[in-house]
């Protein structure tokens, strides 16, 4: 341990990312029958445990109180699966096992789990980015009736599942302890949001559920959405780029506001969202645990803005708002002014690429001037090229009021550049009061000679860690 730069300690084993070799694994798995209390091993991002896991399995029978297995991006081999398996008996407590990032899973999950039999107290198993095939997914199905303490099964970006999330979707109702289902990136198919549907009325436990980047189930919601409703101890809803069409809106809006503990909703990169004429953003009002709303890129116009700006005076807990990429808040962000001003929480606003002008920062400005936002944290004003240099000063003037921001992005679009205005001064006076301020985007802002050296006299004045990406 020493010799890898760590500190020994009897429970916990961490070992992330120490560029172990295989003979480093060797002499660790000698040195198991010292640590008979240990619970927690995490080898994660060493390559080279890959090829070499039996060397240390063979001896997990030392550490029988094992609860915490983290093998994550270690190239593990099929041998190192079957190993692993194999292991599990000698490590009855094991709780949490986390195999993600290694794609060599693929196909030869079943080596691991025809090894797991009734009694196994796992409660989270994550095997995200695994390559996992078809077949694995119905290898998974078969043995969730022998974990029915699992309360996190996290399949992510997991391409080929999703043709098996049927056979998935009927065997959940073993595990009705689940609380968080990510199934992001996973391939699902309308006929796989049915029958993720159906198992839901078996999942009153549910905390998190994450179905994000399945475009595919785009117009299956109208069809399946009679057991979400149920989920009333459902906190984290993610549906961001799920290809949503406008008779989905209608069906989440009547579903969506009867999750009354529902804290973080992502509806971004679904434009039919703003373009619905069933307005789901105004019944968010019915949601007053909701902390984040992120929208981005999901085609508002000024109506369904208005619809939001309305419902957010009735979100006293929101932290964090993103409307990036919604063109219609330039010129209108004079909607959300009340929201924004009963917003005391908030901590992070993102208004990239929101076609802001001189008139939506001035009013921002006010609205800290006047105490609101006094707990800000991330600003993201980036990819708004329409804001003058008259705009960008004002802003500039007016900062130093957000004493706990930090970090800050006025980058420029990727396909331009701009010189630096006077603002930059006004800046850099304003980033003396801010203490807290650690990041400041402004990519593709031209800085002049001078304003390089204000620059470099402002780094060496103020001993400040600050990162200016510019």
Not at 43 to 54: A, E, H
Not at 219 to 242: M, P, R
Not at 253 to 279: F, M, T, W, Y
Not at 319 to 347: F, H, M, P, R, Y
């Amino acid at each position: 341990m020493q010799k890898l730069g760590k500190e020994p300690n009897s429970k916990n084993l961490d070992l992330n990312n120490c560029a172990l070799s295989a003979a480093d694994v060797t002499e660790l798995a000698s040195l198991l029958q010292f640590l008979p209390e240990l619970e927690e091993i995490s080898l994660s991002w060493n390559g080279c445990v890959g090829g070499t896991l039996k060397a240390l399995t063979v001896h997990l029978h030392h550490v029988n109180l094992l609860k915490v297995l983290r093998l994550n991006n270690c190239r593990l081999t099929a041998e190192d699966v079957t190993s692993l398996g194999e292991a599990f008996e000698i490590v009855p407590q094991l709780e949490e096992l986390d195999l993600s990032w290694n794609s060599n899973i693929g196909g030869k999950l079943s080596l691991l789990t025809k090894k797991i039999h009734k009694g196994c107290k796992i409660k989270l198993l994550k095997i995200t980015d695994c390559n996992l095939t078809a077949k694995d997914g119905e290898s998974l199905a078969e043995i969730l009736n022998v974990i029915p303490n699992l309360e996190v099964l996290d399949l992510s970006i997991n391409k080929h599942i999703g043709s098996s999330m049927k056979v998935i979707a009927q065997d959940l109702k073993n595990v009705p302890g689940l609380k968080e289902l990510n199934l992001h990136m996973c391939g699902l198919k309308q006929d796989s949001l049915q029958g993720l549907d159906t198992a839901l009325q078996h999942l009153a436990e549910l905390r998190k559920l994450d179905i994000s980047c399945n475009k595919e189930i785009g117009g299956g919601f109208k069809d399946s959405t009679a057991h979400l409703a149920s989920l009333g101890n459902l906190e984290v809803l993610d549906l961001h780029q799920c290809g949503v069409t406008e008779e989905d809106v209608t069906a989440l809006s009547q579903v969506i506001p009867l999750l009354s503990g529902l804290e973080e909703l992502n509806l971004s990169s679904n434009k039919n969202v703003g373009a619905s004429s069933d307005h789901l953003l105004g019944r968010l009002r019915f949601l007053p645990k909701l902390k984040s709303v992120a929208i981005s890129n999901c085609g508002l116009g000024t109506e369904s803005l208005s619809s939001l700006a309305e419902a957010a005076l009735h979100l006293p807990e929101l932290e964090i708002l993103d409307l990036s990429w919604n063109k219609c808040v330039g010129g209108n962000l004079k909607l959300l002014l009340g929201a924004l001003k009963l917003a005391t929480e908030i901590q992070v606003l993102r208004l990239s690429s929101c076609n802001l002008v001189a008139e939506d920062l001035a009013l921002l400005t006010l609205l800290t001037q006047d105490g609101h936002l006094a707990r800000l944290r991330k600003l993201d004003l980036s990819y708004n090229n329409n804001i003058s240099d008259e705009g960008w000063v004002v802003f500039c003037q007016g900062l130093a009021v957000l004493k706990e921001l930090s970090e800050l992005d006025v980058s420029l679009r990727p396909s331009s550049c701009r010189d630096c205005g006077r603002w930059f001064s006004e800046l850099l006076v304003a980033l003396t009061e801010l203490p807290a301020l650690a990041e400041l985007g402004m990519q593709r802002w031209v800085l002049s000679e001078s304003q390089r050296k204000q620059l470099e006299s402002f780094n060496q004045d103020n001993k400040r860690n600050i990162r200016f990406d510019c």
